[in-house]
């Protein structure tokens, strides 16, 4: 038997054990505190860049986005909240005809942030923002139209 | 040092003379009791508030900080919302037991806080077998427990109040060893003359090993006797609801949450009068000036600084251990607790026998 299964062992084994647990809780209290003041700390606020607030469709200075109008990210999404309308556009060098981009509505409030339509683009032309502040009062004011 | 005894002789002798004795004696009684149950009131809301800073500190968070500055106003509002609740009839529940219970708890705490020295003469209640009187007025708040478990007709309040009641008259024992230690050190069980000892040297520093061992005794039994973590058993939220107020709502509840709290203070209080000196000033012999010095702060302050102490070491040892099963609990209790309580007691016998303590 050795002496951690003795009488005397546990006692012994017991206490270091409760000061460990109570030295770690001892330097948490000291430690500085994680909470954040949220309303008064608005400017100085740093949400995390993977945070996924709200879907958004970067545009480059002219105004220009990366999406080839695939549909992919619409036939992934699990709740049907992104609908495309597209047109057929003849190219006019080539005479070829090619689908075009005419409306991204996006509908934050049947989202539910899983990520799927982002990891479905071929281009990379949607992502994640972390606004998070997204409270309206008209659930209509959900239904965003993501393109310029 | 402040001597509350010239004052209060001076307020009875006034009382005296203008009123007949017996008039002058309800007066005093009156006064006493208001000033209790103010004092009472006062020290719940601080606990209170503490206790959420304390444990917001320790869980890294900052605590509650929007109702007035830093919060301090959240208890009253907690208050306000617990008086404006519904007081709710449970169907079958004895009417007359579980009406009465929050106020034996709250009784039981009230007769022992009542017994805290705070400063020299400010006592309500000091005769030659004080400890031993408030062993037994805080042993009947367990009679509160029980019958609000009983009278619920809740089988999740008569569980929790079973084990409260088997926990809290295990714990009773090792609790009464502890501070058997201490009166075997000073030879007395009035609690005046057992803080009059101390200001020539606090019983934790005179009595060096057992009556640490005895401190530490007393703070592991105190936390089981107010039913708080590790042994919140009575009260195990995740198993048993809340235990023996699960049916009780508005002021009834409330009682019962303000006499846990005034419990924790009066193991404190205790605590910091038999082992910490009470009201006696930190005394070191030979530093006079030093002493001196020490002797100016107010005996009042010297003995809310340590309860306070206190209050904050059992509030880290809740804070931090995980609740124990009730066989652990009473393993620790029977098997460890009473034999090691009771050599300690024999060692302080030898110690003070031997005049090996100081």
């Known amino acids: 038997m050795s002496f951690k299964n003795t009488y005397i062992g546990t006692i012994v084994y017991a206490v270091k054990s409760l000061a460990t647990g109570m030295k770690v809780t001892l330097c948490e209290f000291f430690t500085r505190k994680v909470t954040e003041h949220y309303p008064e700390n608005r400017k100085t606020l740093k949400i995390s860049d993977r945070h996924r607030g709200v879907l958004v469709m970067p545009h480059d200075d002219e105004g220009n986005n990366k999406c080839i109008a695939c549909g992919l ?3 992934t999404c699990p709740n049907g909240t992104i609908s ?7 190219d006019e060098e080539t005479g070829k005809s090619k689908k075009v981009l005419v409306e991204y509505n996006y509908d934050l409030g049947a989202c539910m942030f899983c990520q799927l339509c982002v990891n479905a683009c071929p281009k990379g032309a949607i992502e994640f923002s972390n606004e998070f502040e997204n409270a309206v009062f008209d659930r209509k004011k959900l239904v965003l139209k993501l393109n310029k | 040092m402040t001597d509350f005894n010239t004052i209060i002789e001076a307020i009875d002798s006034s009382l005296n003379s203008m009123m007949p004795h017996s008039a002058a004696v309800l007066v005093e009684c009156i006064l006493a009791a208001v000033c209790a149950i103010g004092a009472y009131l006062v020290f719940a809301i601080i606990m209170i508030y503490m206790e959420r800073k304390v444990c917001a500190a320790f869980q890294c968070r900052v605590g509650p900080d929007r109702v007035g500055k830093w919060g301090i106003l959240q208890v009253f509002s907690d208050v306000f919302k ?3 609740k519904e007081i709710i009839d449970i169907k079958n529940s004895d009417r007359i037991l ?5 106020f034996l708890v709250v009784m039981s ?3 022992t806080f009542s017994c805290l020295p705070f400063a020299r003469g400010l006592q309500v209640l000091d005769f030659n077998i004080g400890i031993f009187f408030i062993m037994a007025a805080s042993s009947f708040g367990i009679l509160g427990i029980l019958l609000a478990g009983w009278s619920s007709n809740n089988k999740f309040s008569m569980i929790g109040a079973i084990r409260s009641g088997g926990q809290m008259i295990s714990y009773e024992l090792s609790m009464g060893l502890s501070i058997l230690t201490l009166v075997v050190l000073s030879g007395s069980m009035q609690i005046s003359e057992l803080v009059e000892d101390q200001t020539r040297g606090w019983f934790i520093f005179r009595g060096h090993i057992p009556a ?7 703070i592991i039994s105190g936390n089981a006797e107010t039913n708080r973590a590790p042994f919140d058993l009575p009260e195990a939220e995740s198993e048993l609801t809340a235990g023996f107020h699960t049916e009780y709502s508005g002021m009834g509840f409330g009682l019962f949450y303000v ?4 419990n924790m203070f009066i193991i404190a209080g205790i605590a910091s009068t038999i082992f910490l000196g009470g009201w006696a000033p930190f005394y070191i012999s030979g530093l006079d000036g030093f002493n001196e010095a020490m002797c100016w702060i107010p005996g009042i302050v010297w003995f809310l600084g340590k309860t306070f102490f206190v209050i904050w070491l059992l509030m880290w040892i809740r804070w931090t251990f995980p609740r124990l099963r009730i066989d652990q609990v009473l393993v620790l209790e029977w098997k460890y607790m009473v034999p090691i309580g009771l050599l300690n007691l024999l060692i302080m016998t030898i110690c003070v026998v031997m005049g090996w303590t100081f």
Do not use: G, R, W
């Not at chain 1, 495309?84 to 003849?90: D, G, P």
């Not at chain 2, 640490?212 to 007393?218: G, K, L, N, R, S």
């Open chain 1, 73 to 75: 990210c619409q036939m």
């Open chain 2, 109 to 111: 705490s009230l007769i």
């Open chain 2, 82 to 84: 617990m008086l404006i």
């Open chain 2, 98 to 102: 579980y009406n009465l219970a929050p």
């Open chain 2, 212 to 218: 640490v061992i005895a401190f530490i005794m007393y």
């Open chain 1, 84 to 90: 495309i309308t597209t047109k057929s556009v003849t």
């Open chain 2, 259 to 262: 006499a846990e709290f005034m």
